[in-house]
């Protein structure tokens, strides 16, 4: 693999990754959608096909940053960067890209374990009630914590079918391209 077909690749990866997460954008017209988005497979995504890992947290996070500047806009007519929680929901999306690079062979089986492993570091780590500051939905305490987990659960459903559907889409649709454009297969790939 040439330095031009990596950058080739990276530049395909990094396309995939924000068309894909314009679909997120859906859950302000359709409201039943919330949770139902990319976000969780384009984590993985980027975590597995990225050489270097710094580009595919880089790449998802960004794409998640500039998905909640659109949406925050959307929901409060304002340009606001940050939100009440946000420390805990960009720690979850690295936390899943992490999870993506553990993912050494890709198939059904991985793909499956790794959707519900993010969907679980989603639900554990977004809703821990520490992480909001001013939004106080529930106690600083175990028992907050608690309430704000069986609270989560309906979110947490949407997440996993959307991981489920993205993700299948993603890693499939990408694995379809590599037998057939070569520049989108990885150096060790290409030596098998």
Same mark, same amino acid.
């Given at each position: ?5 990596? %950058? %080739?690749? &990276? ?8 068309? =894909?997460?314009?679909?997120? @954008? ?6 039943? +959608?919330?949770?139902?988005n990319p ?18 947290? @880089?790449? =998802? @996070?960004?794409?998640? /940053?500039?998905?909640?500047?659109? +949406? ?22 690295? #936390?899943?890209? @992490?999870?993506? %690079? ?6 059904? #089986? &991985?793909? +499956? ?6 969907? +679980? ?13 001013? #939004?106080?939905?529930?106690?600083? %305490?175990?028992? *907050?914590?608690?309430?704000s987990l069986?609270?989560?659960?309906? /979110? ?5 079918? *959307?991981?489920?559907?993205? *993700?299948?889409?993603?890693? *499939?649709? /990408? ?16 030596a098998l």
């Amino acid at each position: 693999m040439t330095a031009k077909d990596n %950058t %080739t690749r &990276n530049i395909v990866l990094v396309l995939i990754i924000l068309i =894909v997460a314009i679909f997120r @954008l859906l859950a302000f017209k359709y409201k039943d +959608l919330s949770n139902f988005n990319p976000v969780g497979a384009i984590a993985l995504f980027g975590g597995a096909y990225f050489t270097s890992k710094w580009k595919g947290y @880089l790449t =998802v @996070l960004l794409a998640l /940053f500039t998905t909640d500047i659109v +949406l925050n806009y959307l929901y409060t007519s304002k340009f606001q960067i940050g939100y009440d929680g946000i420390i805990g929901v960009y720690l979850s999306f690295a #936390l899943m890209v @992490l999870v993506g %690079t553990m993912i050494k062979k890709v198939n059904v #089986l &991985n793909v +499956l374990l790794a959707c519900i492993a993010s969907v +679980l570091i989603h639900w554990l780590v977004t809703d821990l009630p520490w992480f909001y500051t001013t #939004l106080n939905l529930y106690p600083h %305490t175990l028992a *907050g914590y608690g309430k704000s987990l069986v609270n989560a659960i309906p /979110f947490e459903y949407n997440m996993i079918y *959307g991981n489920l559907v993205f *993700g299948f889409l993603l890693f *499939g649709g /990408f694995e379809l391209a590599k037998t057939k454009y070569t520049f989108l297969r990885s150096k060790k790939q290409l030596a098998l």
